[in-house]
């Protein structure tokens, strides 16, 4: 029995299927997602088909701004996707609420309705960024964005130690650094 | 011996259907210029949705059991189908009644499990496979009651192999045609692929079924497939018949696989009709299946 | 007749295919050029750009990938050309924090009274917005808000017989 959890494990990478799920997006990010399964991209290859209903899905793509009406009508989706899943968010819109992140309208991303594995961020993300996050997710690649910090000069902190007004701006520069 | 038969019947239909509907859609991809799948994608996929969890989502026992009927019916008619031109064990017990209904049993799950879904999609697909049902059925009886004329009997080994015995004629020929015809609404494929699997356009009536459900009605269909593509071949195609059993089913897999090529070429270049449009199709057909059948009475 | 194109798929994740010279990818700073006056933090589409000034010679400046559009205006805006942006889109990732890029900034301070440059309270001349050649009318005493770079006569003549602009009703 687990012989064939094994099995059925294995076969979970090579054949995602996919639904995609519009959470007030302007549509250029559907469009970039449909772009994926015409023949220059193609995605069918690694075994990934588009699905019209979650109960059939592995994977949930989002895109979009998760907007206030469309909050409870995506949990919904994510909790009729059967168990092994994964959630994209595509898009700068679903990787922290794009331009409208504080708006009157928007929750802002989409991990503010669910749980999030992979962001794919871009405005609308290339066919070959959405292609480089499902092969990110499959381990074909390796991940390559990385934090960067950039200093212009070490400081010589310990003269500010005395000062108690450094100290209290301190914390703030702990606060920054996680 | 026989028994060996029905045991070399259902294994060998069910470790290569998916690899037909690999070729499948393997050529469909290749059409559209884009390299597909590999080929053996649809073993993949029934692997992983059989280990999904089930989402139970209308809680009646016909919903739970639909998908192990449908499997159940086509194992049956793959139990006592001649392949090889040997009859197996269970072929005796039966006759074309018999697989004509265990068919139909095969679609009327599909139907329940649909409408047990409470979904107002799996409603409409499930009129709509209704219709296409009530339609087709009788070309697939038109076929075998051809033989049954040109035999006299009703038993399954005689009227498969009645065009070997009686030899071709002019009903046949029109059979044949009507048969290729029909072929694409037996399968579920492009231009007739209005219930089944329409996934692009309403959901099909399978739309509620996740995990292990889905996965007995995907082989079912994959099982469906390669059953009418079989009786193609062991019904028209009587010529190749050798002495040696390993031989025979050799020859009967490449002609399988021949007409899934040819389901394929239509199925990816031609569009999805319309039920009114479909409609009118089925009746021409049945009309001709009719005249077929008609004409092997006058020993044509 | 299908057979003409062949297949068209690109390779792309097991052959590398860099984007054309001009697509708007990533941006990137460059720390020895950044003064660090946050025009790029005014005029950010998504406010993902922040400033912070933490003591009083070091100011931070956080750029959050995550809601970035990749608009560009923060690169069209720099005045020393410190950010370029990038053709780099294969930015996909499990944690949002890593696209960010932070920068720590060295701030010189004001020769006379010994204070960096306050981001809070900024002046009138701030305030106004108004540097340049300037051509307020001084007959009927209105500020007008036009400022040009070089002086521009036809400018001055229009000014000269400014009307104000009577209520109507």
Known sequence: ?178 | MKIFYVFVNIILFLALAPFFEGIIRKLTARVQSRQGPPIYQPYLDIMKLLGKQTVISADNPVFRAAPIFALASILAVIAFIPMGYRETALTGYADVISIIYLLTLGGVSVLLGALASKNTYAQVGASREMVTMIMVEPVLAMTFILGAVKVKSLGIGATMFSLSSTGFGISAGVMLVVFLMALQAFVGKQPFDIAEAEIEILEGPFIEYSGPGYAMFKYYMMLKQMFYASLLVTVFVPFLQTGYYLVNIIVQLIGIALVFVFIALIGSTNPRLRIDQAIKYYAVLVVMAISAVGLSVYGL | ?169
Not at chain 1, 114 to 142: M, N, T
């Open chain 1, 1 to 178: 029995m687990t012989m064939f959890k094994n099995l059925a494990k294995k076969a979970f990478p090579k054949a995602l299927w996919v639904y995609h799920c519009n959470t007030g997006a302007c549509n250029g990010c559907d469009i970039e997602i449909l772009n994926i399964l015409t023949p220059y991209y193609d995605v069918e290859r690694f075994g990934i088909k588009l699905v019209a209903s979650p109960r059939h899905a592995d994977a949930m793509l989002i895109s979009g701004a998760v907007t206030r009406p469309t909050l409870p009508l995506v949990k919904k989706a994510y909790d009729a996707i059967p168990d092994p899943k994964l959630v994209f968010g595509v898009g700068s819109c679903a990787t922290g609420g794009g331009c409208w992140f504080d708006t009157y309208n928007v929750t802002g991303g989409a991990h503010k309705a669910i749980k999030v594995d992979y962001y794919i961020p871009g405005c609308p993300p290339r066919p070959e960024a959405i292609l480089f996050g499902v092969a990110l997710a499959l381990g074909i690649v390796d991940k390559k964005a990385a934090p960067v910090e950039m200093k212009q000069m070490e400081f010589p902190i310990d003269m500010y130690e005395s000062n108690k007004q450094w100290e209290e701006r301190n914390v703030i520069y702990q606060l920054l650094d996680n």
């Open chain 3, 1 to 169: 007749m299908v057979l003409k194109p062949g297949v068209v798929t690109l390779k792309y994740p097991f052959e590398p295919m860099p984007a054309p010279a001009t697509f708007r990818g990533s941006p990137t700073w460059d720390h020895h050029k950044c003064v660090g006056c946050g025009a790029c933090s005014n005029h950010c589409s998504a406010r993902c750009i922040l400033v912070r000034d933490v003591c009083q010679e070091l100011r931070v400046m956080l750029y959050d990938g995550s809601r970035c559009t990749y608009c560009g205006r923060c690169a069209e805006i720099c005045p020393e050309d410190a950010i370029t942006i990038t053709t780099e889109f294969e930015l996909a990732t499990e944690d949002t924090n890593d696209v960010t890029e932070r920068m720590e900034l060295f701030m010189l301070t004001c020769q006379r009274c010994g204070r960096c440059y306050d981001m809070e309270n900024s002046n009138v001349i701030e305030r106004l917005d108004l540097r340049g050649y300037r051509y307020d009318s001084l007959e009927t005493r209105a500020l007008i808000r036009t400022t040009t770079d070089q002086l521009d006569q036809n400018m001055l003549k229009k000014t000269e017989n400014y009307q104000r602009p009577t209520k109507k009703g």
